[in-house]
């Protein structure tokens, strides 16, 4: 009984991992049913409708072991899209468009309603208080019906706790009730098919988010798996494995958690090399979970779409979120950002979510004068937009991309940590579009009076941040310097460039904007981690506090005779770290090749190779497993 209750029964403090033994003893039983009733053609009606059902009943189990309880949610969701989904179609086949919109408004609030509950509760509730001096404290109303229904007391009304993928799989479900109301598909008739549409355990609590248009067609294909997709499958498991246990988990146990619990007791290099190992984890982390739901599905005969595409090689901070987390770029722009006029103009949304953080900034920073001069700049870009129509298009897709970044930002966790991380984002992305736009004169000029203007505060204001800015913005300074004598010797002398000369120029811009890049994306990491895994009733306070104590170390004078002491103390730590990042930097055709090499090996040799590779993933398999960071969000 002891054995079928651990089976069986939900545990918080043992998830259902991909990490985990037992999530792989789990699949194996799945997976050995599935091989029986999987339709393997397409007069199998039935048996497809059947595979569907029973996938829907196994990712409820998975989810439940994961989640416990809050399986409700999950099914509720599911049970309300579907139901709503029909009334829109319904409506736009009767030609009442004012109906299909209002089905899909009663959709999307109650999805985004359920999700501002439980994630952003603490966030308003606390800000609602410190602006009108309230007291008021947040309430689990599912708790308390829970409680009323058991009678037994034992769910906590006092504490809102976030269910895990709720992010994941409500965005999910908007993009199912906003395709059927722009007619790219017809609603699911099934409720078990549209069930497993939702829940399929895979990518459930971290992605990718499947856009109904691209998985709903799966639903009702055979099964069908080839010799090379098996091969690639298993590539992309032991990929992911490889990817969260050798990279993520042992930066994180061996030095980046370290370093984040407690700033001050490490030096300035031990904090910034936190920051630059951290970028690595969370994408080893995130993408390694991607791959061994890409890798599990394909063994099921589907196919999820990929999320990340070597972010690090990005040239500038818009690529970068073409690259990082494709399918919440991807919804965000279609669900968001072109909603709110796109490149086009500006809508209502656009003024209300600027009347929105405007309320926010003045909440966070207790100044009424934030929340004005947020209001008065965007009237100023508007006034702009308005009086400069041949810009106007720029400015309103800037705007709106802005806006796309800080919601963005507020999807990742409900702390302004996350605002801060969205809006850097965002900036990065705006002062490179007019940046390329710029002329060699003017960056210099900008670059002259940015540098200048940093070495004045640092002057009468001396603090770590500033020494922090001096460096980089001085770096920055040289590199425009170098970059602007050069192509001016180049039009003085008149110099005509041949092929190595071009290829030696573009291979040293890439590299410089690689760098700059990845370090830009690594700084804004600093407010996102330190608002990572707190408790969302402290985030705030002990987010900001984190990523003071970060700055004012890394911003202090350093003792560089202890940095070779410190890099061969933690030589392993930096070994790793280099290597993934070189075969992260690897040209893609290489991986491309390695992995088709895989892919098709004799069976006998991928399964030696398997062998190996569980053996040496095992040995880097830490006492306390880590759960995977997405999961929180």
């Known amino acids: 009984m002891n ?35 999987a339709p393997i053609h397409k007069e199998q009606q039935n048996r497809i409708h059947i595979r569907n059902a029973y996938l829907m009943l196994v990712s409820l189990f998975f989810y439940y072991k994961t989640s416990g309880i809050f399986l409700l949610i999950l ?92 992010s994941f799989y409500i ?181 209300f979510w600027i009347a929105l953080f405007a309320v926010i900034g003045t909440w966070l920073s207790g100044s009424w004068i934030v929340g004005a001069s947020v209001v008065i700049i965007a009237c100023i870009v508007l006034v702009v937009a308005l009086l400069k129509p041949e810009r106007r298009k720029k400015i309103y897709a800037n705007l709106n991309s802005f806006i796309t970044m800080l919601l963005g930002g507020l999807w990742h966790g409900a702390s302004w940590n996350f605002l801060i991380w969205g809006g850097l984002n965002g900036i990065g992305m705006i002062i490179y579009k007019w940046w390329k736009d710029m002329s060699w004169n003017l960056r210099i000029t900008l670059m002259s009076l940015t540098f200048a203007a940093i070495l004045t505060i640092k002057h009468f204001y001396p603090a770590p941040v500033w020494n922090l800015f001096t460096v980089w913005v001085g770096i920055l300074w040289i590199g425009t ?44 990491r600093l407010f996102f981690r330190s608002g990572s895994n707190l408790d969302p009733a402290t985030a705030n306070h002990e987010a900001w506090e984190t990523a003071q104590n970060m700055v004012q170390q890394i911003g202090s004078a350093w003792d560089t005779n202890m940095i070779p002491l410190i890099i061969w103390e933690y030589k392993e730590v930096f070994a790793l770290f280099l290597t993934g990042m070189f075969i992260h930097l690897l040209p893609e055709r290489w991986k491309r090749w390695y992995r088709t090499q895989f892919a098709m090996m004799p069976l006998w040799l991928m399964w030696i190779v398997v062998t190996i590779c569980v053996v040496v993933l095992y040995q880097f398999i830490t006492a306390d497993l880590q759960a995977f960071i997405y999961f929180q969000f």
């Open 481 to 524: 310097c170098i970059r602007y004598i050069y192509n001016l010797l180049i039009r003085l002398f008149k110099v005509s460039k041949d092929i190595w000369l071009t290829r030696i120029e573009q291979a040293l811009g890439t590299i410089w904007a690689v760098a700059q890049t990845f370090t830009f994306i690594t700084f804004t």
């Open 171 to 351: 965005f999910q479900v908007i993009s199912y009730s906003a395709d059927v109301y722009r007619g790219h598909i017809k609603p699911v008739k099934n409720l078990l098919d549209f069930g497993f549409y939702v829940s399929f355990f895979p990518q459930l609590v971290a992605g990718p988010i499947v856009r109904a248009s691209e998985f709903i067609p799966q639903l009702y294909k055979p099964f069908h798996l080839s010799r090379h997709w098996l091969g690639l499958a298993v590539f992309w498991i032991l990929n992911g494995l490889t990817k969260k246990i050798v990279l993520s988990d042992y930066l994180a146990v061996n030095f980046i958690d370290r370093v984040f619990e407690n700033p001050l007791l490490f030096s300035g290099f031990e904090n910034l090399s936190a920051l630059f190992l951290y970028s690595l984890q969370v994408y080893a982390d995130f993408s390694g979970y991607t791959d061994i739901a890409i890798g599990v599905a394909m063994l099921m005969g589907f196919y999820l779409p990929k999320n990340f595409n070597s972010p690090y090689k990005s040239l500038n901070p818009q690529e970068f979120w073409r690259r990082w987390h494709i399918s919440l770029s991807r919804w965000l722009k279609t669900y968001l950002y072109i909603p709110l006029g796109g490149n086009r103009n500006a809508t209502f949304g656009t003024f």
């Open 75 to 166: 099914l509720f969701v599911t049970c309300s899209d579907f139901l709503i989904a029909q009334r829109i179609f319904s409506a736009k086949t009767r030609n009442k468009p004012h109906a299909a919109k209002a089905w899909l408004i009663l959709s999307v609030m109650i999805d985004l309603g359920i999700l501002c509950y439980f994630k952003y509760a603490y966030f308003f509730t606390n800000m609602v208080n410190d602006m009108f001096g309230t007291g008021f404290k947040v309430f689990d109303i599912f708790a308390y019906i829970g409680n009323g229904f058991s009678e037994s007391g034992r769910f906590m009304v006092d504490k809102i706790v976030l269910p895990v993928g709720i």
């Open 3 to 37: 054995f079928l209750h651990h089976i069986f029964a939900f545990d918080p403090n043992s998830p259902l991992l991909f990490t985990q033994f037992y999530f792989w003893a789990f699949f194996a039983v799945v997976y050995a049913l599935f091989a029986v009733i």
